[in-house]
C-alpha cells in the first residue's frame, strides 16, 4: 500500500531557481491538495485540484503554479524561489463521495524545502 | 468558512483520558466536524469525524454538544505516542469542486508526561 508520496523529502535551492515537488499517490483519488506549513501560520492551502485539468487557487497561490494532467501526479512548481517559500510542504489527497464516506484526507510525509 | 478555536496547550499523564475541547459557535448545518493530528515531523493524520451523534473508532471517541457549537475529542488513555497537535476542522458538506478543503487553525498541543 503505497499510499501518497513526495519527493524530494528535502530539497536546498537557491533564490531565483524554479523547483518542482511532486506528489504522487496510488488510490486513484479525485481530489489533491498542496499545503504549506510555516511556525506561526500553521498549514495553509496553497492550490487543489477536484480532478485531472481542474485546479484552483487556495488560501496562498502566489508564486506557485500546479498542474494535473494525470489523475495520480499532482507536481507542485516555484517558477522563482524565494526565501519566503522557505517552507514544509505537504500533498494530500482525497477520494470523492458523500460526507460520511469520502471526507477522510490523507496527508504525505512532507518536502522540507530550504530557500537559500 | 466557519471558525474553531482550541486551547493552546494541554498536558495529560501516560495511561489517563485526555479531553481536548474545541468551540465552533458559527458552525452551519452542513458543516462535519473533523479531527486530525500532527506527530512530530510527519504530516496530519485523520482521527475521527462526525456531525451530530457521538463517534467512536480505534483511535478516540468525539463527543458533539446537542447544539452542535462545540465538541471534545477523547483519548481514553493517553500514551507517549498521542503527543501531537491536534486540529479540530469543519468540513462543509456542500459539495462542489471546493468540496474537502481543510482550513487549519493553531490546533492544541498535547504533551503527554510519563
Known amino acids: 500500500d503505497a499510499g501518497i508520496t513526495q519527493s524530494p523529502r528535502y530539497k536546498i535551492t537557491e533564490t531565483g531557481r524554479q523547483v518542482t515537488l511532486m506528489c504522487h499517490q496510488t488510490w486513484s483519488h479525485s481530489y489533491m491538495f498542496w499545503y504549506r506549513q510555516d511556525l506561526g501560520h500553521g498549514l495553509r492551502l496553497i492550490y487543489y485540484?477536484?480532478?485531472?485539468?481542474?485546479?484552483d487557487k487556495g488560501e496562498v497561490p502566489d508564486g506557485y503554479v500546479v498542474s494535473r494532467s494525470k489523475t495520480e501526479n499532482f507536481p507542485l512548481t516555484l517558477e522563482s524561489a524565494t526565501r519566503s517559500q522557505t517552507s514544509v510542504y505537504f500533498c494530500?489527497?482525497?477520494?470523492?463521495?458523500?460526507?460520511?464516506?469520502?471526507?477522510?484526507?490523507?496527508f504525505g510525509e512532507g518536502s522540507w524545502l530550504t530557500v537559500v | 468558512d466557519a471558525k474553531t478555536t482550541q486551547p493552546n496547550s494541554m498536558e495529560s499523564n501516560e495511561e489517563e483520558p485526555v479531553h481536548l475541547p474545541c468551540n465552533h459557535s458559527t458552525i452551519s448545518g452542513t458543516d462535519y466536524i473533523h479531527w486530525y493530528r500532527q506527530l512530530p515531523s510527519q504530516g496530519p493524520e485523520y482521527v475521527i469525524h462526525g456531525l451530530t451523534s457521538n463517534v467512536n473508532n480505534r483511535m478516540a471517541s468525539l463527543a458533539i454538544a446537542e447544539d452542535r457549537k462545540s465538541s471534545t475529542l477523547i483519548l481514553h488513555r493517553a500514551t507517549l505516542r498521542d503527543a501531537a497537535v491536534y486540529y479540530c476542522i469543519l468540513l462543509d458538506n456542500a459539495g462542489g469542486t471546493s468540496y474537502g478543503k481543510l482550513t487549519f487553525g493553531q490546533g492544541t498541543i498535547l504533551t503527554v508526561h510519563p
Open positions: 494530500a489527497s482525497k477520494r470523492s463521495g458523500t460526507a460520511t464516506s469520502g471526507n477522510t484526507i490523507y
Open positions: 485540484s477536484a480532478a485531472a485539468d481542474i485546479t
